[in-house]
């Protein structure tokens, strides 16, 4: 003897458990996608260090500026990390994570160098904020499509499938 299904009832409760898991990448896809805050603030700190390098500072100014770059981001990351109301398991970050980071400092890197290079016949006054807003604008229009891509790509990363192709 089987018993009798109500298909509105099971309908429900698959909508109730699916519900959740889609918001959680609902929220992951919205906070890499919107809020361009805290890039334009990453950009703005990355404005400044590159344009305070270019400027033929001492030794002891390099370092000191490096460390205050590295503080600023640092603290950056803890206020954007402590505003974020979902973190991802370690084993959500796809390939893609990783590739989109790697291009992103290959791409802000390269602006950066080849700037520089283009720009050693002018005044360090005037060729160093001139190597910022390149290496920043390079950067600003690198992130916003690189965050996109990187995490569209976690809906299906949870997703197993058997072996006749069905999604289980």
Same mark, same amino acid.
Do not use: K
């Given at each position: 003897?089987?018993?009798?299904v109500d &298909?509105?009832?099971?309908?429900?409760d698959?909508?109730?458990?699916?519900?959740p898991?889609?918001r959680?990448?609902?929220?992951?896809?919205r906070?890499a996608s919107?809020?361009?805050?805290?890039?334009?603030a990453t950009?703005?700190v990355?404005?400044?260090?590159?344009?305070?390098?270019g400027?033929?500072?001492?030794?002891w100014g390099?370092?000191?500026a490096l460390?205050a770059y590295?503080?600023?981001?640092?603290a950056?990351?803890?206020?954007?990390?402590r505003?974020?109301?979902l973190?991802?398991?370690r084993?959500?970050?796809?390939?893609?994570?990783?590739a +989109?980071f790697?291009?992103?400092?290959?791409v802000?890197?390269?602006t950066s160098v080849l700037?520089?290079h283009?720009l050693d016949?002018l005044?360090p006054v005037? +060729?160093?904020p001139?190597?910022?807003t &390149?290496t920043?604008?390079?950067f600003l229009l690198?992130?916003?499509p +690189?965050?996109?891509w990187?995490?569209g790509s976690?809906r299906?990363?949870g997703?197993?499938? +058997?072996p006749?192709?069905a999604?289980?």
């Open positions: 003897m089987s018993t009798p &298909a509105e009832q099971a309908w429900r698959l909508q109730r458990i699916r519900v898991q889609e959680v990448y609902d929220e992951i896809e906070g919107g809020g361009p805050g805290a890039a334009y950009a703005a990355m404005w400044v260090f590159v344009a305070c390098t400027l033929d500072l001492p030794r390099v370092w000191l460390v590295i503080a600023l981001l640092g950056l990351a803890v206020a954007h990390g505003r974020t109301r973190q991802l398991h084993s959500r970050y796809t390939w893609r994570t990783f +989109a790697a291009a992103g400092a290959l802000t890197g390269g700037s520089g283009l016949s005044e005037y +060729a160093g001139l190597r910022a &390149a920043t604008t390079a690198f992130i916003g +690189a965050n996109r990187a995490t976690l299906g990363h997703a197993r499938t +058997a006749g192709g999604v289980r």
